[in-house]
């Protein structure tokens, strides 16, 4: 009779195997209950202003059906989510192999499997992950006899400051035209992706995703165009200019916000108020962060820094539009001044310095 009681309580035990397998069952979104409940109600507010409001309606509804939470579920959702993190950071810093690699000597070669899978099964790859850790002068080497369209396909999929390195290093005469592909880029084929991925290199970075995939336009030519050196700026702006003035214009606008202007030192911010009129700073500074604020007011004497609070004190309600219309004058003065050599701004790690 004991040898039977004692073959029967590994599954008539409350804590046993039933628990073992509750945590088994777990969907994705009671994890992620689970974890917003861990996390707290403050943090968790946070992440469900980045959620659409069918994912707040479900979670909500996990989170209300839970009762007590058993430590190990909530120890194993936890893990769970920093192993995946880890994992995501690795893809990030140097692709799938590197992520893999690294995994499989911190956790065992079957767990990075299984954390990779995962990851890939849900989050999109970025295309051209191989050659992400590849040698910019390498990389040149291996795409400057290509079209200028799939040039700047490849650099709009790169980090901004790799991808100014190659733009700098393309001949003269395709890196306005470069520039201009990666501006007006929109959404492109991943079978276009694929082809591109297949020339370059025999084994191809799986796309997790059959959605078409946004890369390029005037931001990301901005950001890369923001670390080249001021000389190659010029030219494939003065380049752009010609062959669409438009394009050239909001290239232009973007490249300096009115924000950055923190960044001038004080001779040349002064130089800046000499330029602009009181009223229309006045209206500039309204709505802008205090650092802005008092990086103006500082290079300025007391009597005229006490008179623009004033006129900013009474100027009254005044329309987004007329305020950023106001910062463009003033970033175009910015660049004018820049252009006469007058102020320098610096870029891709230099010095301020003031002519």
Same mark, same amino acid.
């Given at each position: ?32 209950? *689970? ?27 996990? *989170? $209300? ?8 579920? =909530? ?10 993190? &880890? ?24 767990? $990075? ?23 910019? $002068? +390498? ?7 290509? +079209? ?23 001949? +003269?005469? *395709? ?6 592909? *990666? ?57 752009? #200019?010609? #062959? ?29 108020? =000499? ?27 007391? =009597? $005229? ?9 009474? &100027? ?8 950023? #219309? ?26 301020? &310095?003031?002519?």
């Amino acid at each position: 009779m004991a040898k039977q009681a004692k073959a029967q309580t590994p599954g008539a035990a409350a804590g046993g195997a039933p628990k073992k397998g509750l945590k088994k069952e777990l969907t994705g979104r009671q994890k992620a209950a *689970i974890f917003l409940v861990t996390l707290g109600s403050e943090i968790s507010s946070e992440i469900f202003k980045h959620l659409r409001e069918d994912e707040i309606e479900a979670l909500t509804f996990e *989170i $209300a059906r839970l009762d007590n939470i058993d430590s190990e579920d =909530r120890d194993t959702v936890l893990m769970e989510f920093k192993e995946l993190m &880890m994992a995501q950071d690795f893809i990030t810093s140097g692709g799938i192999d590197y992520a893999r690699e690294l995994l499989e000597k911190s956790l065992g070669a079957q767990k $990075a499997v299984d954390i990779i899978n995962r990851l890939t099964s849900s989050l999109q790859v970025r295309p051209f992950d191989f050659i992400r850790r590849t040698d910019p $002068a +390498h990389l040149l080497n291996f795409i400057q006899q290509e +079209h200028p369209q799939t040039i700047a396909l490849i650099l709009a999929y790169l980090e901004p400051q790799k991808a100014s390195i190659i733009l700098a290093s393309l001949p +003269h005469e *395709i890196q306005s035209d470069v520039s201009k592909r *990666i501006a007006t880029m929109d959404r492109t084929d991943p079978n276009i992706l694929r082809e591109v991925e297949r020339v370059l290199e025999k084994k191809l970075s799986t796309l997790s995703s059959e959605d078409y995939t946004a890369a390029g336009g005037v931001e990301n030519i901005v950001e890369i165009l923001n670390m080249v050196d001021r000389s190659t700026e010029k030219t494939i702006i003065e380049s752009l #200019e010609e #062959e669409d003035p438009e394009l050239a214009e909001e290239i232009k606008k973007r490249m300096f916000v009115f924000e950055d202007i923190v960044l001038l030192d004080d001779r040349a911010i002064q130089k800046v108020l =000499r330029e602009v009129d009181t009223g229309e700073l006045a209206k500039a500074l309204r709505g802008v962060e205090a650092e802005v604020q008092d990086k103006i007011f500082r290079n300025m004497s007391k =009597r $005229a820094a006490g008179m623009l609070k004033e006129e900013m004190e009474y &100027m009254g309600p005044v329309r987004l539009k007329d305020v950023e #219309e106001t910062q463009q004058k003033i970033v175009s003065i910015i660049r004018k001044l820049e252009d006469q050599g007058e102020i320098v701004v610096a870029r891709s790690g230099e010095d301020e &310095m003031v002519v």
